[in-house]
T-cell receptor, first 109, second 111 residues
Framework: QKEVEQDPGPLSVPEGAIVSLNCTYS??????FMWYRQYSRKGPELLMY????GNKEDGRFTAQVDKSSKYISLFIRDSQPSDSATYLC?????????FGTGTSLTVIP | DAGITQSPRHKVTETGTPVTLRCHQT?????MYWYRQDPGHGLRLIHY???????DKGEVSDGYSVSRSKTEDFLLTLESATSSQTSVYFC??????????FGEGSWLTVV
C-alpha cells in the first residue's frame, strides 16, 4: 500500500464549477500537508500548505485536513481554464516528503 | 522563484553512456533532492543530500549516483544510461519550512 493515495482522474469540469481534489494517507506521523500545481512540461509549484486539521483559505483555493480520517482535500471555487493542470498532494515527516501521483484537471470554457 | 536551476533542460543520449544532470541553487539551503517523474508512478525520490558530501539513497537509487562538493550544487549521474531511465528529472530544495520547491525539470531520453 502506498503511503499517499490520490485519484489520478482525469477530471473535467465546466468553467465556474467547484472542484474537489482528494488524497488519503496511512502514516499518522505526517506533519505538513501540501498541494502542488503542475502545468504540462513544468515543475510542480507549491500552492498551499497546512499543518493542523481544519481549513486554510487562499483566494479561490481552500485546503482541508482531517487527521482523524487521514484525508486531505483541495477545493477550487469558480474554476478557470487557467486552473487546468495536474494537482499533486504531498506530506512530510521531517525532511522526507511523500507525494500522491497527481490528479489531472481540465476546466472547459 | 526558489532560485533553482537545472541543466541541461533536455538531453538525448545513447544506451550505455554516462550522463550527469546538474542542480544549482542560489541560496545556502541544506537539503537538496533528486526526483524522477513517470506516468503512473508520480514523483519518486532517487537521492537526497543534507549537506556537503552528505547524501543518502531514495526509493529508486539503483543505477544513479550523486555528489555534492559545494552547498549550491547537487549532481545526479547515470553511470550507464538505460532506456528505463528515460524520464523527467526534478531537483528540489527544502527551504526549512517543511515544504520543498522544485526546479523546472530535465527531460532525458535514452535511445
Amino acid at each position: 500500500q502506498k503511503e499517499v493515495e490520490q485519484d489520478p482522474g482525469p477530471l473535467s469540469v465546466p468553467e465556474g464549477a467547484i472542484v474537489s481534489l482528494n488524497c488519503t494517507y496511512s502514516n499518522s506521523a505526517f506533519q505538513y500537508f501540501m498541494w502542488y500545481r503542475q502545468y504540462s512540461r513544468k515543475g510542480p509549484e507549491l500552492l498551499m500548505y497546512t499543518y493542523s486539521s481544519g481549513n486554510k483559505e487562499d483566494g479561490r483555493f481552500t485546503a482541508q485536513v482531517d487527521k482523524s480520517s487521514k484525508y486531505i482535500s483541495l477545493f477550487i471555487r469558480d474554476s478557470q481554464p487557467s486552473d487546468s493542470a495536474t494537482y499533486l498532494c504531498a506530506m512530510n515527516t521531517g525532511n522526507q516528503f511523500y507525494f500522491g501521483t497527481g490528479t489531472s484537471l481540465t476546466v472547459i470554457p | 522563484d526558489a532560485g533553482i536551476t537545472q541543466s541541461p533542460r533536455h538531453k538525448v543520449t545513447e544506451t550505455g553512456t554516462p550522463v550527469t544532470l546538474r542542480c544549482h541553487q542560489t541560496e545556502n539551503h541544506r537539503y537538496m533532492y533528486w526526483y524522477r517523474q513517470d506516468p503512473g508512478h508520480g514523483l519518486r525520490l532517487i537521492h537526497y543530500s543534507y549537506g556537503v558530501k552528505d547524501t543518502d539513497k531514495g526509493e529508486v537509487s539503483d543505477g544513479y549516483s550523486v555528489s555534492r562538493s559545494k552547498t549550491e550544487d547537487f549532481l545526479l549521474t547515470l553511470e550507464s544510461a538505460t532506456s528505463s531511465q528515460t524520464s523527467v528529472y526534478f531537483c528540489a530544495i527544502n527551504q526549512g519550512s517543511n515544504t520543498i520547491y522544485f526546479g523546472e525539470g530535465s527531460w532525458l531520453t535514452v535511445v
